[in-house]
């Protein structure tokens, strides 16, 4: 390895988050058996660290091999989503391109299986143990999210340099990428601003795909935990979406035969319609009681820095935009309940102005009958 041409890590941690869902809200019952103590309430609506394992972990790029010690960790969102936490200690060299290449390739081996495949089992077994009476389909996409952070690497340059000299590569990996195509400069300069750190000599760079980070020694715990709030509030934007687009079918289901049918109001359109709205609406309430919070800084912290900080993640993944879009999809189900409940009040109308025609003809012609 040429440490004088590439970025080589000597001491420091990859750490991947897998972002699942695990089938709804957890019953915080179950979920204080399962973490076998008590949790502060402040806590319900955040991830809560629930299982803690060591294992053995083998990152290979081409005949480059590293043996690193290995934290897993389960954290549990009771709203409807949990994070696979794998914290990869890195103790010999290995180049930072190895580390890119390892990443794509799925040759990161845990406990003797390649990530991807380590990462199933585990959600497998972390949903049954979450939900274990629960027979229910699951949001069968993850989330991952990659952090690298250096200790000791070389050559030795402070956060300005690294950014000047190994702009590039740094970019590669926080656009979760090792395509050879050429990098715009825009888009270099543009992943090497988004810089969330505290201190001027740390370096937190955020991206949609991961974090490169310098520092940030006292309060890295912090930024993790925030930044795991934050995927977890996009997982469930896009649990609520995939969900609310099954029942938006079944609602334009019933808006056609709405049009083809003379008595729709007697069917059972009607009632198919309004459960797809109250399941909708569920969503909805649970956005608005417990959601809403969450994607106001102001409330999941006091302090300005991390208030500044959560927002930031929050806009870098987009999570705001996932919720308008849920938002506006809520409010047009709503619509459709409301124009399919004006036409069966006018197919209703109908049927009684018939209905009391037909009485008065009746009462026209009953004498005439009876004579």
């Known amino acids: 390895m040429d440490s004088n041409s590439d970025l080589t890590i000597l001491n420091g941690k990859l750490t991947i988050l897998v972002a699942f869902g695990h089938g709804g809200e957890l019953d915080k019952t179950q979920l204080r058996r399962f973490i076998g ?67 794509h390739s799925n040759t990161i081996i845990v406990e003797g299986l390649d990530f991807q495949s380590f990462a199933v089992k585990k959600v497998t077994e972390l949903r049954k143990k979450l939900n274990p009476d629960s027979n229910v389909k699951y949001y069968p996409h993850f989330k991952r999210y990659t952090l690298l952070r250096l200790k000791d690497f070389t ?30 400069s825009k888009e270099i300069t543009e992943k090497l601003s988004n810089d969330i750190s505290y201190y001027d000599e740390d370096l937190f760079l955020a991206s949609t795909e991961g974090v490169f980070i310098l520092g940030c020694e006292d309060y890295i715990k912090d930024l993790r935990e925030l930044l795991e709030l934050a995927i977890s509030l996009l997982l469930l934007f896009q649990l609520y979406d995939q969900k609310i687009d099954a029942e938006i079918t079944n609602a334009f289901e019933a808006i056609k035969k709405l049009s083809s ?37 102001q ?23 996932f919720e308008k879009v849920v938002q506006h999809k809520i409010d047009s189900l709503q619509d459709l309940y409301i124009t399919a409940r004006e036409l069966s009040s006018e197919q209703l109308n109908i049927l009684l102005e018939a209905t009391i025609v037909i009485l008065i003809l009746w009462e026209v012609i009953k004498p005439v009958l009876v004579g």
């Not at 809560?48 to 294992?55: G, T």
């Not at 009607?270 to 609406?281: A, D």
């Not at 409330?299 to 935009?321: C, R």
Request: aromatic share 8%.
């Open 155 to 184: 050559p030795k340059l402070d956060q300005k340099d690294l950014k000047e000299q190994y702009g590039e590569v740094i970019t590669r990996f926080l656009s979760g990428e090792t395509s050879i195509r050429r990098l715009h």
């Open 299 to 321: 409330k999941v912290t006091h302090d300005w820095y991390y208030q500044s900080t959560y927002q930031n993640m929050l806009n870098t993944l987009k999570v705001g935009d």
């Open 261 to 297: 049918s003379k008595y729709y109001f007697l069917s059972q359109v009607p009632r198919k319609l309004e459960k797809s709205l109250l399941k909708v609406s569920e969503i909805g309430l649970v956005i608005l009681d417990d959601i809403e919070d969450l994607m106001n800084p």
């Open 37 to 103: 103590s008590e949790v502060i309430s402040e806590k319900w609506n955040k991830p809560i660290e629930v299982e803690q394992s060591e294992c053995l972990t083998v990152i290979v790029a081409g005949s480059e091999k590293i043996t690193c010690t290995t934290n897993v960790y389960s954290d549990a969102f009771i709203a409807g989503a949990s994070i696979l936490r794998t914290e990869i200690e890195i103790r010999d060299r290995i180049l930072l391109n190895d580390i890119l290449v390892a990443l």
